[in-house]
């Protein structure tokens, strides 16, 4: 089966430093893949080299089949990579439909729509988006009043507008209460599962990577050290000394093993 992502020998440089070392994996279609890895392990870097916002050093990413290396995020959203950030960006002047319909309007390139009625394209897909995160019955609020799960559901409805084979997710539980972690990651192995999005996710919360992800990549000073299922993972011994101290990542029983 043809990988939906696949990254090959990516390196990037700041000045004399090297963030990201021959970095080279695939995602599956339909596989929930997570990226970990200790503060500064240049997992921020590989994302915004494999959505455009930064160009690799040298090495090449494909997207079902077609090269992507080095385009502008605007044009490798447009063909089909979602993605959601550590930090939440919804326009909080605007309603929770508003901004998924903004997001849907970009999508079928009618951004610059006239203005007055503008509110009214769409609303039905943004409506079934929210549906499938769980605000459908908060579509009339405004966003500067939601709290922080709720925005960062929002924020995965506005990912999938684009009808996205892939997402990528930075940190998307981050500062998040636990059991807002779990429903969120959940949420995300549920579209998973049934609308077959292959995602990419980095995550510093172990609990929610062994509980959710099919497979785990770990990066280390901007090298892959390991990459397998959770079990494969934690008893990985260059994984144990790089989390050393840090017993979460042992202590777990393996949900896919």
């Not at 240049?42 to 930064?54: E, V």
């Not at 940190?171 to 579209?191: S, Y």
Request: with cysteine.
């Amino acid at each position: 089966m043809n990988a939906v992502l696949k990254v090959s020998g990516l390196n990037r440089f700041f000045g004399g430093i090297q963030a990201v070392k021959d970095v080279t994996f695939e995602v599956a279609p339909g596989e929930l893949k997570a990226l970990i890895g200790p503060n500064g392990a240049g997992k921020s870097t590989c994302f915004n080299m494999l959505m455009g916002q930064l160009p690799p050093s040298s090495g090449k990413v494909f997207l079902n089949g077609e090269e992507i290396t080095g385009k502008p995020p605007r044009d490798i959203w447009r063909r089909g990579v979602g993605r959601t950030f550590q930090i939440t960006g919804t326009y909080q002047s605007m309603t929770v439909a508003e901004n998924v319909q903004m997001a849907l309007m970009s999508h079928h390139r009618r951004i610059f729509a006239i203005r007055p009625y503008a509110y009214k394209l769409y609303r039905e897909e943004a409506m079934a988006l929210l549906e499938i995160v769980g605000m459908a019955d908060q579509a009339d609020r405004a966003c500067a009043i939601l709290a922080y799960g709720d925005l960062k559901r929002l924020e995965l409805a506005i990912a999938l507008a684009n009808e996205p084979t892939l997402l990528l997710m930075d940190e998307p539980t981050a500062g998040m209460a636990p059991k807002e972690r779990i429903r969120l990651m959940q949420l995300t192995a549920d579209i998973v599962r049934e609308r077959g999005v292959s995602v990419l996710f980095t995550e510093h919360d172990m609990d929610v990577v062994f509980a959710h992800a099919h497979h785990i990549m770990v990066l280390n000073r901007g090298e892959l050290i390991a990459e397998g299922t959770a079990t494969e993972v934690r008893n990985n011994k260059k994984v144990q000394e790089v989390y050393l101290g840090g017993g979460m990542l042992f202590n777990k029983e393996d949900t896919h093993a």
